[in-house]
């Protein structure tokens, strides 16, 4: 009997014997390159760009020395020169604006003077200004307790005429507060243009991030979009009050220079004016604020550290 793989035998297998362990070998090999060939790549992932931030910062975000102006959803036209990150953290302090050619009957704004001086609040087209080392060297005190402000006649105008505008204004009577001249020049300036306003209750707030939280809320509640700068104006009987106006340096960027004025105490009548903003920080707020709100009672204007404010009246822009 044959056996074709017994020691000593003469091996001899048919053709269909000699190809069955090849078949076997190459089989999986051939099935499986039939596969991949059959089956499509997957398509290259390219990279996807970055969505750009909402068009109401887009003027926080470059050098802002020529100033740029937005329209935001809300149908408010912000203009900004400078960022505060360049202004204070980086020591970019020149001045970027005249502040008395920007002024409009309906401007409202806040910022700082070149060289940062002082600070600047306007509101129906008034241009405050304090500077600090006056109020550091002044010798009158400072007294809250009455109530009003100095106020101007004419809106739109930098003031008394000797500063370009109209003779018949009361000028402030504390040396360290005045109207804008026309030699006055903004580092840091935000600006909106706002005919009317709607007023809205607030009650009673016992410091200032309840004032945020009730400001955000009652933007939301009108459809506002958080992100984009939005007017604010806020007036009530201050029980205690914390400001600063800066003198030449940033505290925090240089502390060895200028130390900025502060004034902490009660304040009769008070207003708060500014814009409130989501996500801008290093921008236009500060690290530990949604907001960047001036203080405007009697003779003095600076920028709000803290509040605890009662009988509060919120006033926001009335959008048609």
């Known amino acids: 009997m044959f056996r074709p793989w017994a020691p000593g035998a003469r091996n001899f297998l048919p053709i269909w014997a000699l190809g069955r362990p090849r078949m076997t070998v190459w089989a999986p090999l051939l ?26 910062l887009q003027p926080m975000l470059g050098s802002g020395d020529s100033g740029a102006r937005e329209r935001g959803a809300s149908g408010i036209d912000v203009s900004m020169w400078g960022t505060m990150r360049e202004v204070l953290r980086q020591g970019q302090s020149q001045g970027r604006v005249a502040l008395t050619s920007i002024l409009k009957p309906t401007t409202i704004g806040v910022g700082a003077l070149a060289g940062l001086e002082g600070e600047i609040t306007i509101v129906d087209g008034q241009a405050y200004v304090a500077i600090g080392s006056a109020l550091k060297e002044a010798t009158v005190p400072i007294d809250l ?90 007036r009530g009987a201050a029980r205690g009050l914390r400001l600063h106006v800066i003198a030449g340096a940033c505290p925090i960027a240089n502390p060895e220079g200028p130390a900025p004025w502060h004034y902490d105490g009660p304040a009769a009548d008070v207003e708060l004016i500014g814009f409130y903003v989501e996500g801008a ?9 949604s907001s960047h709100l001036h203080v405007l009672a009697g003779d003095l204007t600076g920028h709000l550290e803290d509040v605890r404010i009662e009988d509060v009246t919120l006033l926001l822009p009335r959008i048609r």
């Open 145 to 234: 307790t009455r109530p009003g402000r100095a106020t101007r006649a004419n809106s739109g105008r930098t003031g008394p005429a000797d500063h370009g505008g109209p003779a018949d204004l009361m000028e402030p009577s504390h040396p360290g507060l005045r109207w804008a001249s026309t030699a006055d020049s903004a580092a840091l300036l935000i600006t909106a243009e706002v005919s009317d306003w709607d007023e809205v209750p607030l009650g009673d707030c016992p410091d200032y991030s309840t004032l945020e939280a009730r400001i955000a809320a009652q933007l939301r509640k009108r459809g506002r979009e958080l992100t984009e700068p939005q007017p604010v104006r806020v």
């Open 31 to 56: 099935l499986w390159t039939a596969i991949s060939c059959a089956v499509p790549s997957p398509p290259k992932l390219q990279p996807q760009p970055q969505p750009n931030p909402p068009s109401s």
């Open 281 to 289: 920080a290093g921008r236009l707020t500060h690290h530990d604020r």
